[in-house]
């Protein structure tokens, strides 16, 4: 006779019971071994010396236990929130073996059991228990029927998200370098940032994010008008050359912008704006209107039968373009802006060679590789983690603010 658990077979409970006991005979078995020294978890507990990251090492034992514990209970006593209460400390397990990755080196040579201690030097205890505590919990989520996909997009965003993450840590690391081999610094600082705009750092970073921000915003507003404006005049009116002039501009943005850019550079220094920001603002809105397919599309979606209409009722095309078209193009206003901010705004290949050696007039990302050359990046590394935030801070602002717009706008063209 099949017994069931809350509706499922009794397989996938076996399953689940077996990885929490795996787990738990994974304490007791090596799980690190260096030159021949070798330790399990459970001795790495006695040799601990109150860091702030050894939590991480006590939760993957203490939820070891109390998986391996309620999965006796529960074949005794099944009740669906003892079951749901089993899948959380099985997550809580996970993502604990999960974080020891990253912790294992501060933890292991913090409580003096090894040197220079390396993720290579875990022992098969270490990784069969990690691949224990996933088995379980991708057993357990069977049984409760829960999506196992979060898994995976769990994993996925940790993969996605540990480089932002990583530059954060490192901007608030206290101890100077750029390579000191363990995740969590020793010690947490906001000096780095301070020192980004004190009056003894030779590195003006404050000139280079105002000069950043004025380009990224003029630049912006103009590429924005540049391109809405070409794309509803080769959306909405039909002249001579039309269709030569879309391929001609069609064939000019196949190739690769750098291409032009040394040609571009004699142009400005010829009638003296090279080194200067007004330089990056003009030559962005210069070839702002090659960039009108997206707009140009989205622009042809939009019935032409209101555009007549307003014709009848004495309307002039800036009115047609200003009072219908836009309102009703917000979502690809925005993609728009948020193009033109960032590719400004983040912008490094003409910048570096516009303005040289001048760094009064350097942009952020100039500036920033600036400090990660090989003579200097061990002394500015922790700065340049620091500098890497503030120049995220923009991006995010904008798009958090923008983003109930775009929204609005594709439900407005839905309804349309």
Request: with cysteine; glycine share 8%.
């Given at each position: 006779?099949?017994?069931?658990?809350?509706?499922?077979?009794?397989?996938?409970?076996?399953?689940?019971?077996?990885?929490?006991?795996?787990?738990?005979?994974?304490?007791f078995i090596p799980y690190a071994s260096v030159n021949g020294k070798r330790i399990c978890m459970t001795g790495v507990l006695f040799?601990?010396?109150?860091?702030?990251?050894?939590?991480?090492?006590?939760?993957?034992?203490?939820?070891?236990?109390?998986?391996?514990?309620?999965?006796?209970?529960?074949?005794?006593?099944?009740?669906?929130?003892?079951?749901?209460?089993?899948?959380?400390?099985?997550?809580?397990?996970?993502?604990?073996?999960?974080?020891?990755?990253?912790?294992?080196?501060?933890?292991?040579?913090?409580?003096?059991?090894?040197?220079?201690?390396?993720?290579?030097?875990?022992?098969?205890?270490?990784?069969?228990?990690?691949?224990?505590?996933?088995?379980?919990?991708?057993?357990?989520?069977?049984?409760?029927?829960?999506?196992?996909?979060?898994?995976?997009?769990?994993?996925?965003?940790?993969?996605?998200?540990?480089?932002?993450?990583?530059?954060?840590?490192?901007?608030?690391?206290?101890?100077?370098?750029?390579?000191?081999?363990?995740?969590?610094?020793?010690?947490?600082?906001?000096?780095?940032?301070?020192?980004?705009?004190?009056?003894?750092?030779?590195?003006?970073?404050?000139?280079?994010?105002?000069?950043?921000?004025?380009?990224?915003?003029?630049?912006?507003?103009?590429?924005?008008?540049?391109?809405?404006?070409?794309?509803?005049?080769?959306?909405?009116?039909?002249?001579?050359?039309?269709?030569?002039?879309?391929?001609?501009?069609?064939?000019?943005?196949?190739?690769?912008?750098?291409?032009?850019?040394?040609?571009?550079?004699?142009?400005?220094?010829?009638?003296?704006?090279?080194?200067?920001?007004?330089?990056?603002?003009?030559?962005?809105?210069?070839?702002?209107a090659m960039g009108y397919h997206v707009t140009k599309g989205f622009f042809d979606t939009i019935p032409k039968a209101l555009d007549?209409?307003?014709?009848?009722?004495?309307?002039?095309?800036?009115?047609?373009?200003?009072?219908?078209?836009?309102?009703?193009?917000?979502?690809?206003?925005?993609?728009?802006?948020?193009?033109?901010?960032?590719?400004?705004?983040?912008?490094?290949?003409?910048?570096?060679?516009?303005?040289?050696?001048?760094?009064?007039?350097?942009?952020?990302?100039?500036?920033?590789?600036?400090?990660?050359?090989?003579?200097?990046?061990?002394?500015?590394?922790?700065?340049?983690?620091?500098?890497?935030?503030?120049?995220?801070?923009?991006?995010?602002?904008?798009?958090?603010?923008?983003?109930?717009?775009?929204?609005?706008?594709?439900?407005?063209?839905?309804?349309?």
């Open positions: 006779m099949k017994k069931t658990v809350i509706g499922l077979n009794l397989n996938y409970f076996f399953r689940a019971a077996a990885g929490a006991l795996i787990s738990l005979i994974c304490l040799e601990l010396k109150g860091s702030y990251v050894d939590f991480i090492l006590i939760t993957a034992v203490i939820f070891t236990v109390i998986l391996a514990v309620m999965g006796i209970v529960l074949y005794f006593k099944t009740t669906v929130r003892l079951m749901k209460l089993w899948q959380a400390v099985s997550a809580v397990l996970t993502v604990s073996f999960t974080l020891l990755l990253f912790a294992g080196k501060k933890i292991l040579e913090t409580a003096g059991i090894y040197d220079n201690f390396l993720n290579r030097n875990y022992s098969f205890g270490f990784w069969i228990g990690l691949i224990a505590a996933y088995f379980t919990l991708i057993s357990i989520m069977k049984m409760t029927r829960t999506n196992r996909g979060y898994i995976l997009l769990v994993i996925l965003s940790v993969i996605w998200l540990f480089p932002i993450l990583w530059i954060v840590i490192t901007s608030l690391r206290s101890e100077q370098g750029y390579y000191v081999g363990y995740f969590i610094p020793h010690g947490i600082t906001l000096q780095n940032f301070v020192n980004l705009f004190s009056n003894g750092n030779i590195l003006p970073f404050g000139k280079w994010w105002l000069n950043t921000f004025i380009v990224a915003v003029c630049g912006c507003v103009f590429n924005t008008m540049i391109v809405l404006m070409t794309a509803f005049i080769l959306s909405r009116t039909r002249f001579s050359g039309r269709k030569t002039f879309m391929n001609i501009l069609m064939i000019i943005g196949m190739f690769p912008g750098f291409m032009s850019l040394i040609a571009v550079y004699n142009i400005l220094k010829g009638i003296g704006l090279n080194q200067s920001l007004l330089a990056l603002i003009v030559v962005g809105a210069a070839g702002a007549e209409a307003a014709i009848i009722d004495g309307a002039s095309r800036f009115q047609i373009f200003s009072k219908i078209t836009l309102p009703l193009s917000k979502s690809i206003i925005v993609y728009i802006v948020l193009g033109g901010f960032l590719g400004a705004w983040s912008d490094y290949i003409f910048p570096s060679m516009l303005f040289g050696d001048k760094q009064s007039s350097c942009t952020v990302a100039v500036g920033l590789f600036w400090m990660t050359d090989f003579r200097r990046i061990d002394t500015y590394y922790t700065q340049f983690a620091a500098g890497a935030v503030l120049v995220a801070l923009p991006i995010v602002i904008l798009f958090v603010w923008l983003q109930r717009f775009y929204v609005e706008g594709l439900s407005g063209a839905v309804k349309g």
